[in-house]
């Protein structure tokens, strides 16, 4: 607990000294900020009643996943998980992701879109964004954003505030940045839900919550690191693309997973050829520490005092950095991946809770082109602007999701 919770303050500290105008950071934001941060987390993992909800969405992973291989079947037949009709010569080699696993992106788009259109999302949005405003003393603009981006994509949840994201100041509109790069999609939320439920139970109750407690760390970090001088700007929710009925709105949905699932699949493909290429430069060189150098170990070695800060033990900090240098410098989707295939014994339930939160955010290099591109398209008179804190969102949105892992391993 004293060494998450001494992690949380040097994770401030780190953003402070990488500010802009360190003058201008304001204490209340950053006492509100983690205050805030501490309340959803306790509220979340120590009401019994509230945490008992959350935590037993397991039980939606495992429906939606029923009814997605009741899809792949149909389309796929054995490789989309219906019985063999040869005998499984190794556990788990039939298991084939694109057919098996990524279709699951199809289903919650197309569920995600219905309950845009039933005003099931749009509601639960506005609530949490009236709730950042009074608290973060925000703007309604950047709080619809911040709010959306618990629920929708990095690229989603700007689209809300289409309008208004060419007159943000520029610490709103990194403070919007930030916020894409700290919380994860509703489309994969699942999606990484189904593949660590066997090593952490009630996982997408877990993976909810962190992008829940992100919002608030977004913002802290964001308003530490580019502080706000300016006139903060109003805004209300402007709904994307409305469907005509909830036929539309369930095609609309799938039509617009496809083309999520084909970018998913087609970075992944790429991602890991880079990284399997430059794996190979790097085993040219001599041996590190009796094993060769790799491009995860090299990342582990950054980010293993960063996560023993925040909670995990020193012993684990090698394996724990490693994963956060897969989520960094390739996704979050393979580092939960990597996770899950650890021997039980390389993190104890404790660290693997911490890194389930704090790797739950989509602030990797991918991720920056995509979010750098999609903002740029909706407010091309600030794109130079945005190209610019493109790389501090990523630092950003990295210590945001440090800070939620720092917060849960207070409370755990």
Known sequence: MVQSATGLLVLVLIAWLVSENRRAVRLWTIVVGIVLQLAVGFLFLKIAVIKDA??????????????????????????????????????G???????????LILVVSALSSLLFYWRVLPVLVKVL??????????????????????????V?????????????????????????????????MVLYATFLQNVIPDALGHILVASII???????????????????TDGEIVPPNPAAGPMDAITRGASDGMGLLINVTGTLIVLVAMVSLA????????DVMGAPLTLPRLFGFVFRPLVWVIGVPWAESET????????????????????????????????????????????????LGILVGGMGAMAPSRR???????????????????????VVGIFL
């Open 54 to 91: 959350f935590l037993s969405l397991n039980r939606l992973v495992m429906a939606l996943d029923t009814a997605t291989t009741a899809g792949t079947t149909f389309v796929f037949g054995f490789l989309g998980g219906a019985p063999l009709p040869f005998a499984e010569t190794g556990m």
């Open 93 to 103: 080699s039939t298991f084939v992701m694109a057919c098996k696993a990524l279709p």
């Open 129 to 154: 964004s009236k709730a950042l405003q009074k608290t973060m003393g925000i703007g309604g603009a950047l709080g619809v954003s911040v709010a959306a981006n618990i629920f929708v994509g990095m």
């Open 156 to 188: 989603e949840a700007p689209l809300f505030i289409r309008p208004y994201l060419a007159n943000m100041t520029r610490s709103e509109l990194f403070a919007v940045m930030t916020a894409g790069m700290a919380t994860i999609a509703g489309t994969v």
């Open 214 to 232: 992100s919002a608030p760390a977004a913002i802290l970090v964001s308003m530490v690191m580019i502080p706000e001088t300016g006139k903060i």
């Open 279 to 286: 794996d190979q430069a790097l085993g040219l060189l001599p």
């Open 320 to 367: 724990a950095g490693m994963l956060m240098g897969v989520k960094t410098a390739l996704n979050e989707l393979l580092a939960y991946l990597e996770m899950s295939r650890l021997p039980a014994d390389a993190l104890s339930e404790r660290s693997r809770l911490i890194m389930t939160y704090a790797m739950c955010g989509f602030a990797n290099f991918g991720s």
């Open 384 to 406: 130079g602007e945005i190209v610019a804190l493109g790389m501090r969102s990523l630092v950003s949105g990295t210590l945001a999701t440090l800070m939620t892992g720092a």
